[in-house]
Nanobody, 127 residues
Framework: QVQLAESGGGLVQAGGSLRLSCAAS????????MGWFRQAPGKEREFVAT????????YYADSVKGRFTISRDNAKNTVYLQMNSLKPEDTAVYYC????????????????????WGQGTQVTVSS
């Protein structure tokens, strides 16, 4: 069992930066791949980024590539999402999620691939 808690959201102007953190409980954090998803008002939850258990591989949605960076510190049981050059369209509730299984292809972009979820943190980008 893994419990996840996001923090670091808030209100920022367009072009600004935020760093989200996701703290995980449990001793097996390093066994999980981690992901970030987001859900804007009136829209479905969408994939943002993922990182493998070792941190050796990352993958990003096209909409955030080059602006967002996912990283993890297994010693601190924490995964991060550094968000730069924020745009109003980045406004959403951001969720972190943990995934125990490896999937070939792009199934890791599907929220159903993830086993545990945090409660989310609001990010609002003003124009």
């Amino acid at each position: 069992q893994v419990q996840l808690a996001e923090s670091g959201g808030g209100l920022v102007q367009a072009g600004g930066s935020l760093r989200l953190s996701c703290a995980a409980s449990g001793r097996t954090f390093s066994s999980y791949a981690m992901g970030w998803f987001r859900q804007a008002p009136g829209k479905e939850r969408e994939f943002v980024a993922t990182i493998t258990w070792s941190g050796g591989h990352t993958y990003y949605a096209d909409s955030v590539k080059g602006r967002f960076t996912i990283s993890r510190d297994n010693a601190k049981n924490t995964v991060y999402l550094q968000m730069n050059s924020l745009k109003p369209e980045d406004t959403a509730v951001y969720y972190c999620a943990a995934r125990i299984r490896y999937y070939s292809g792009s199934y890791f972009m599907n929220e159903n691939a993830y086993d545990y979820w945090g409660q989310g943190t609001q990010v609002t980008v003003s124009s």
